[in-house]
């Protein structure tokens, strides 16, 4: 599908009338799209597993906090590539500060700024609030070459504090490398096939595992004792494992280990009960 390109004011408010930048949950429409912007590095389209629409990612460090929002059990919305609107509001606060407000490249036309992901999030009283989330890598945010970056930052900043909305920034320094290459597999097993979501497939499933926390076994064998046990396939096995990681009934090590099937069985807590998602956000 083609991009779009904004020409003029007309355009803009046609790209606001198509209801882009509103809405909720899975009829949320983010203002821009990948095939909108001239990639300068690696973008993403991926299908929400939270939220049932495609997500549109500019970047890979985009798509690393995307997987954290998504396997937390705090987020539960996430709108990305959030407008910052009305234009004129955002206009006065540049002013204010002394910011030159950017224009849409070859044009006299003001920007639409955005915000990369608008979060809703359940808060410990069990209500929710919005929180905004801008994503740079920290090479983006240092030396002389930052210094209109973070003008417009300061801008971004500022309109959220007008709005009442929690702001900060997120850095490949929020997580590790290891932590994202487990989600983005651990994701794959998100839901599992209506036959293999039985509570009782489960429970018996977790006593196999608890009875195999002494065994010398990588995790692959294990899973195949599993499987033979219960008289399922291994990649059923496999799947359960990875789902019940996924949903945090079994909690491992994510953050500074892979998981792999080749290595030994890792070391593991059982919640019968899904709790809070043990990944807590840090901000900056």
């Known amino acids: ?5 904004f020409a003029s004011q007309q355009d803009i408010e046609r790209h606001i009338a198509n209801g882009f930048g509103a809405g909720a949950g899975a009829s949320y429409l983010p203002w821009l799209r990948v095939q ?14 939270k939220v049932d629409r495609i997500h549109h990612l500019l970047s890979d460090l985009e798509r690393s906090y995307y997987l954290i929002c998504e ?8 709108r990305e ?31 639409v700024m955005t915000t990369d992901f608008l979060l809703t999030v359940r808060e410990s009283d069990g209500g929710f609030k919005s929180v905004a989330r801008t994503v740079k890598y920290q090479k983006d945010l240092e030396g002389k070459g930052a210094k209109r970056t973070l003008e417009k930052l300061e801008v971004e900043k500022r309109f959220w504090q007008s709005q009442g909305v929690e702001w900060s920034i997120v850095t490949e320094e929020f997580f590790t490398q290891d932590l994202i290459k ?11 096939p209506r036959d293999l979501i039985k509570s009782s497939l489960h429970v018996d499933f977790i006593d196999c595992l608890e009875n195999s926390r002494a065994c010398p076994w990588t995790l692959a064998e294990c899973l195949r004792k599993i499987a033979y ?7 059923d096995a496999r799947g359960i494992f990875f789902y019940l990681v996924w949903n945090k ?14 290595a030994a069985l890792p070391e593991f807590e059982v919640f019968q009960t899904t709790g809070q998602a043990f990944l807590k956000e840090k901000t900056s």
């Open 229 to 235: 046990r219960l008289s399922i396939s291994y990649a």
């Open 81 to 111: 590539q959030y407008p910052l609107l009305p234009l004129e509001h955002v206009q006065t606060i540049a002013a204010s500060i002394g910011v030159r407000y950017p224009k849409y490249p070859g044009t006299k036309l003001s920007y």
């Open 1 to 5: 599908m083609r991009g779009r390109r």
């Open 71 to 78: 396997f937390s059990e705090d987020v539960v919305d996430i």
């Open 182 to 192: 487990n989600l983005g597999m651990l994701r794959k097993y998100s839901q599992l």
């Open 36 to 49: 909108d912007v001239p990639s300068r590095g690696r973008s993403h389209k991926i299908q929400g597993v």
């Open 249 to 262: 009934v079994i909690k491992v090590d994510l953050l500074d280990a892979p998981l792999l099937l080749t």
